[in-house]
């Protein structure tokens, strides 16, 4: 279970990416097709449970070789000392987006922590940016 406010709290099934089938998602590229991943995964154990979006996408990018990994949010980026500024932190090192990711609020910690494990695993860059249309 995970705590929420001091209280134990069931969070159901849900699991982290332990491999990627990159075969068959190159496959489906080379033929021009775009593949639609879903986070929800099957487990060793047959269960299937829920992975955060972002981390799958960052296995993803890994596991493809990508050059680059685009994670989309609906804020401006990520803030420097938010909600005190609504500074916008334009570039990090792996050092130092490690060393914030503690402090990050709930909804961009996973993006932050899949562009870590990305660029520690072979991607040369990542990048949050806005994805709202206006």
Do not use: F
Request: proline letters at 4%; hydrophobic letters at 50%.
């Amino acid at each position: 279970p995970a705590w929420v406010d001091g209280r134990s709290v069931d969070i159901g099934l849900v699991g982290d990416v332990v491999a990627v089938d990159a075969a068959t998602i190159g496959a489906l590229l080379e033929q021009g097709r775009i593949p639609v991943v879903s986070p929800v995964a099957r487990g060793e154990d047959g269960q299937v449970y829920n992975v955060n979006a972002d981390l799958a996408a960052s296995a993803l990018a890994v596991a493809l070789g990508a050059e680059r990994l685009v994670m989309m949010t609906d804020v401006e980026g990520l803030y420097a000392d938010w909600p005190h500024s609504a500074e916008v932190i334009d570039r990090l090192t792996a050092g130092e987006l490690d060393a914030l990711l503690p402090e990050l609020a709930s909804g961009m910690l996973p993006k932050m922590e899949g562009c870590l494990r990305a660029v520690r695993n072979g991607v040369a860059k990542a990048r949050v940016i806005e994805g709202r249309v206006r």
